[in-house]
């Protein structure tokens, strides 16, 4: 490591992003894929739309309560 290093043409935040622009991966469970590739073959969705439809219709009917 150096003793001394150059931070004149450093700019501050240039990494940064905010959480709310953060996506996080979620992984589901082998089987639970298997099912829903099939079920996106046949309706011509790919999987992240038909995941999330799926879970927007559990929200909306209590069957998953938010935060």
Known sequence: MKDDYDFSNAE???????IEQI????YLDKDL???LEKKC???HES???MVHKLLR???ENDSITTP
């Open 12 to 18: 501050q935040g240039k990494f940064y992003i905010p």
């Open 23 to 26: 996506e996080l991966p979620i």
């Open 33 to 35: 894929v298997l099912c």
């Open 41 to 43: 073959q046949e309706s």
């Open 47 to 49: 999987l992240q739309i």
């Open 57 to 59: 219709r559990a929200i």
